[in-house]
């Protein structure tokens, strides 16, 4: 069977406020906003993670926190990025077991597992696995049969990982974790803490489209965010905009990160139930928490349950907030709103 690469290598969607502020070559861009000389606004961007962030801050003198902001972005992605090869999670997946030197890798595996239990195994960290093997991870696509997916659903298995002291291990040879669906959420969480703990009070920071909001925005206004349409496809064009204040907000949908196949899409959200990729009725799922690692993997949660599942561990979750798109019955394109967002949510 011919393989193509993946369409589109993002795997989430861009939510409105990157608009503009996105940067191309790896290059950095800063300005100066308004604000008195005690307290400037500032805004960076640069790269990470595969991606693109962007940041908004007011800070005594409006100092440039850059150079910090870089740096513990790097030790992020050594820790838990498949994509370096002596980061911890590769140690891991290569030797089933890791001493962690970083103290980022714990709390998105104990995050992980929490989620895991919450949605009943929809958001499981490994099935890295089935992630490569169907072509969305750092690794070339395998052929993928009946038999093939069976074999590996076996290392589908949470309950086999464990965190001991600061040794992570497996009982279980070849299961391997994959933080992909949390990790620039937490990365956004770390950057929003290191700004805090600088003196900002009002931020927002932004990793591929995920986005923590604290405080006001430079015009002491609630922060207003964009959720994409999506049916525009890779076009940036807006479905609603969601207010928010000292709240995270990730979205996660199929139809920017899939590839087709002999007239079949395959989409990277892959169900760690039948070991697929999960196209279905949802098309996207925007989720507001308290911080964006929970928003971030809930999102991709919801895209496995699909709309009756996220609907059911939402009402077990009021903390939790969500707009979710979906194609109704007869095809049109549908909006569900969680009742504690609805006097924040303006659609387009």
């Not at 072509?135 to 049969?145: A, C, V």
């Not at 002999?262 to 507001?288: D, E, R």
């Amino acid at each position: 069977m011919s393989h193509k690469k993946p369409l589109f290598e993002k795997r989430r969607l861009y939510p409105l406020l990157v608009i503009g502020l996105l940067i191309a070559g790896g290059t950095i861009r800063k300005n100066m906003l308004s604000g008195s000389a005690e307290n400037s606004w500032v805004e960076l961007a640069g790269r990470t993670m595969g991606t693109t962030y962007s940041v908004k801050y007011s800070a005594p003198g409006g100092e440039d926190y850059q150079q910090a902001i870089d740096s513990v972005l790097r030790l992020v992605n050594a820790s838990v990025s498949p994509y370096i090869y002596d980061s911890e999670i590769s140690e891991f997946n290569r030797n089933g077991k890791v001493r962690l030197k970083l103290p980022y890798f714990k709390p998105i595996f104990e995050a992980s597992k929490n989620i895991y239990r919450e949605t009943g195994g929809a958001f499981n960290p490994t099935v890295m696995p089935l992630v490569q093997a169907w072509g969305f991870g750092p690794k070339q696509k395998q052929h993928m049969d009946r038999a093939k997916v069976d074999s590996l659903l076996r290392l589908v298995n949470c309950d086999a990982v464990r965190l001991s002291g600061k040794e992570v291990s497996t009982s279980v040879p070849h299961v391997q974790l994959d933080f992909g669906a949390i990790a620039k959420g937490y990365g956004i969480d770390v950057v929003a803490k290191l700004l805090q703990e600088k003196g900002a009070r009002d931020l927002m920071v932004e990793i591929g489209g995920e986005v923590v909001c604290k405080g006001r925005n430079a015009h002491g206004k609630a922060w207003q965010i964009g959720i994409n349409d999506p049916e525009a496809g890779m076009e940036q064009r807006a479905a609603a905009s969601l207010s928010l204040t000292n709240e995270a907000l990730a979205t996660s949908g199929n139809y920017r990160n899939y590839y087709e196949e002999n007239g079949v899409k395959y989409a990277h959200t892959i169900s760690p139930f039948t070991g697929y990729p999960k196209m279905q009725t949802l098309l996207s799922a925007s989720v507001v928490a308290p911080d964006c690692m929970t928003a971030d993997a809930y999102a991709t949660a919801f895209m496995v349950l699909g709309l009756e599942g996220a609907k059911k561990v939402l009402a077990k979750h009021p903390e939790l907030g969500a707009c979710l798109i979906f194609s109704g019955a007869n095809g049109e394109v549908t909006t569900f709103v969680t009742d504690n967002l609805k006097e924040r949510l303006r659609k387009y």
